[in-house]
């Protein structure tokens, strides 16, 4: 089952300049103590970005009152959606697969040179990110993230201004070893193919597998904040704490409980090294099979 | 060792306004790979706030240059100062009696009227605290606090728009069970007393033992945000998770390793269930006693 709320897609402008592009921003979301935090603080930051467009992803069976209402006061032009996660792992993919099918079917309220960016809500963006990096990309941009699980930064490896590889704790041999919040991607680009993450993801990282969907090579790359002896650190990927999370009156006070996690979450952390087939197995097991997900996106 | 740098402080209103009072934000920050991230987004939120003024200390004995860019970017007014923590617990302690002490000796620069409020840089901020809340504190204002450590929600316990007690999953009988993050205070109040943090905190907790040194009762206490039904939460004490700190090369990015903790600092992290003899036994084996920090602030 997917459930679908636009708001304010009326106001998307639809003639932008090339030299003033939207950047839609897609945020998987899900209900847990700390999240109010979380997006509260994105939500602050995002407001002072010009010409944005924010897609927002409840990851449950239907949006959040609480998130609603805090993206109307934020006064952002958004649309938040809501999926559960149909049998994926419960990393956003069922949610940022949503995004894009909602931003395919809308392709004619955005224009082709816009970018989209995957940004986590308990990131940390420096608001430099959107305007020098972002809003610069033409097919795909790339730069640093601090903090990416396993290093304190991770990066593209530039040689005369060209990648040639990666900086990375874990595996830098990867053709794409970035993190979701490592790059953009021109928007004429993603909606013209049908990219998505699927079980077929398995046996791969996230990024990689999403981005050779859209049949890029290296060459391809422009790499951001890399010339000078300082380089810059524009997004972190940070994580909160999670909150205890005993039993507690809420007083009438508008917080949130956290959920609990669903089987096939924990059986799925590791889909990277696993095989196409035991990841089906899995899906079978404990949730709905793939194809039961493939729901048109309805206004 | 102190160590005090004094920004843009020239520019502080002294003639502020009762209706427009001056909001001081103390803020004590420790050199962390999740630092700069909750650093950036918080200082993003308060570049929204009017009239504020931002006194952030180092924990440190001087210090960082990323930190001093960064506010400096932000045009924030501020003053950012460095202490170590002087056989002091570390939690900030030193660092925010340096900021009082920093207030006491610049008193004529700011209005009698004005309001701090201590802000921790991994918090989550709601622009509206600031304006709807903080603003219009006229001795002490409370308010509740999201995800304070035992539970969802802790909060002031209101009848008759009077404060009574508090709903606190720990020791709920105190006469101010508040969390740091829940109140702010006139600022005449508190330059017009030494009330500090000291091992004379032993056995207590210190927000309580901090309001104490000022005399306040509970019928001085102003009430924020209780009146509705749906009660809106407008700060989170939310902490980011640590991140793996492996050895790995910078490559020339602007990012900060974890610095080492102190043994003192283990040892006071129970100072709330200590007496006073013990905290100044601990500080006399593992830190400068405390006599010894008594240096003078200056510019």
């Not at 935090?37 to 409840?58: I, P, R, S």
């Not at 239907?62 to 559960?84: E, F, P």
Request: net charge negative.
């Amino acid at each position: 089952m997917r459930y679908i709320r636009t708001e304010r897609a009326d106001s998307v402008v639809d003639s932008t300049p090339a030299d003033n592009k939207t950047i839609i921003v897609i945020t998987p979301t899900k209900q847990r103590p700390e999240r109010l935090a979380d997006l509260t603080m994105l939500a602050q930051t995002l407001k002072q970005v010009g010409n944005l467009y924010w897609v927002v992803v409840e990851d449950a069976d239907k949006t959040a009152d609480l998130v609603s209402d805090l993206l109307a006061r934020t006064g952002i032009n958004h649309t938040y959606l809501a999926t559960t996660n149909h049998g994926l792992p419960c990393r956003g993919w069922a949610q940022r697969n949503l995004a894009l099918d909602y931003l395919r079917q809308n392709k004619d309220k955005f224009n082709e040179k816009d970018v989209i960016y995957f940004a986590d809500d308990d990131n940390g963006y420096d608001l430099r990110l959107f305007d020098q990096y972002i809003r610069k990309v033409d097919v795909m941009g790339v730069w640093a993230v601090g903090i990416p699980g396993n290093a304190l930064v991770e990066a593209p490896k530039v040689e005369n201004g060209k990648v040639v590889g990666w900086h990375s704790a874990y595996l830098p041999d990867r053709e794409f070893a970035t993190d979701m919040a490592g790059f953009a991607l021109n928007f004429g680009l993603v909606v013209s193919t049908n990219a998505s993450w699927s079980l077929k993801c398995a046996g791969n990282f996230p990024e990689q597998c999403f981005l050779k969907q859209l049949n890029l090579s290296r060459s391809d790359l422009e790499p951001f904040g890399w010339e000078s002896d300082k380089k810059p650190i524009l997004v972190w990927h940070r994580q909160t704490a999670p909150a205890p999370d005993q039993p507690f009156d809420l007083m009438g006070y508008m917080a949130e409980y956290r959920l609990p996690q669903d089987e096939i979450c924990k059986k799925f952390q590791q889909i990277h090294l696993m095989t196409y087939e035991q990841a089906e197995a899995i899906a079978k097991e404990y949730g709905p099979v793939e194809s039961e997900s493939k729901n048109e996106v309805k206004s």
